[in-house]
């Protein structure tokens, strides 16, 4: 771990500035413990958090224009600080981090870069991908699936696409979950976003993504990245992307399955898997 953290050091300083973010999405527990992500070894700003509320969703009650802060929506009900947004009107697409909410307006960072229409035209969406999080219910002696949902997002737009993140997702507790699990199985997958206002194709997209969505990623090297072996579990703990840099991915939990043992915990036993980000940039 501390050759790890030296090597990243080194890197950071060769490469100045340069830099990527690693942030844990928002995490709900299995059962009655809580669900832990920390990362270690991360320098730089931090990365849009998709937020794993309801997502906000609304329409332009008044025109917005250029240069402004503030738009005013019909419902505001459904965004918070920090949600990442699109703001769009059929032909122009701008994306903004939420800095405040009030009752009929959303406070955005940065700044609009165009005008946009109301009356119903322009359409005001926070961007997520999934709506879940990682959740299952541990069932003595049963085999339950594990619903899909968001776990880290790495923020590459620091780095240029000549250059690549590494990122190893590290499972810390592998020795107190098997107290409670026969096996706990998760299938993790990279998305990318399209940060723009035109369809992203070629790079890091599997296929043709539209604005403010996210797509399947492929790997540094130009590789799909494969959801079927991408296996978290008790005995292979620790799961590597190499991923290219210039933009913004999401490395999700798309599924899988937990046999379970025992719902106890006791003092050296855990029902909840806790997980660490590494990244060095190469």
């Known amino acids: 771990m501390k050759s790890n953290r030296a090597l990243l050091l080194t890197l950071m300083t060769i490469i100045g500035a340069l830099m990527v973010s690693v942030v844990s999405y928002a995490q709900t527990s299995p059962a009655s413990a809580s669900n832990t992500v920390t990362t270690i070894g991360i320098t730089g700003g931090t990365g849009r958090p998709i937020t794993q509320d309801a997502l906000g969703s609304s329409n332009l009650i008044s025109v917005a224009l250029s240069g402004s802060t503030e738009v005013s929506v019909a419902d505001s009900t ?3 600080v920090g949600d990442y947004v699109r703001v769009d009107d059929g032909t122009t697409v701008d994306f903004h981090t939420v800095a405040g909410v ?12 165009t005008s946009f ?4 035209t322009t359409s005001v ?8 999080v990682p959740t299952w219910n541990p069932v003595i002696g049963s085999t339950t699936s594990i619903k899909p949902g968001n776990h880290f997002l790495v923020n590459a737009t620091g780095l240029s696409t000549s250059n690549a993140s590494v990122v190893d997702i590290l499972l810390t507790n592998g020795d107190q979950l098997t107290h409670n699990y026969g096996h706990l199985n998760r299938r ?6 399209c940060d723009t206002d035109v369809p992203c194709t070629g790079g890091p997209f599997v296929e043709t993504t539209a604005p403010g969505e996210w797509g399947q990623s492929k790997d540094a090297a130009g590789t799909d990245i494969s959801e079927v072996p991408d296996f978290l579990n008790l005995t292979n703990a620790r799961q590597g992307f190499v991923l290219g840099g210039g933009y913004v991915y999401g490395i999700t939990v798309d599924g899988g399955t937990v046999f379970t043992v025992d719902t106890n915990e006791g003092v050296n036993d855990s029902l909840s898997p806790t997980d660490l980000a ?3 940039i190469f």
Do not use: C, D
């Open 117 to 120: 229409p109301a009356g119903g």
């Open 188 to 193: 993790m997958n990279v998305y990318v976003l």
């Open 78 to 80: 459904g965004f918070a």
């Open 102 to 113: 009030s009752a009929g307006t959303v406070t955005i960072t940065p700044a609009l870069a």
């Open 125 to 132: 969406v926070e961007q997520a991908v999934y709506t879940t």
């Open 278 to 280: 590494q990244s060095s």
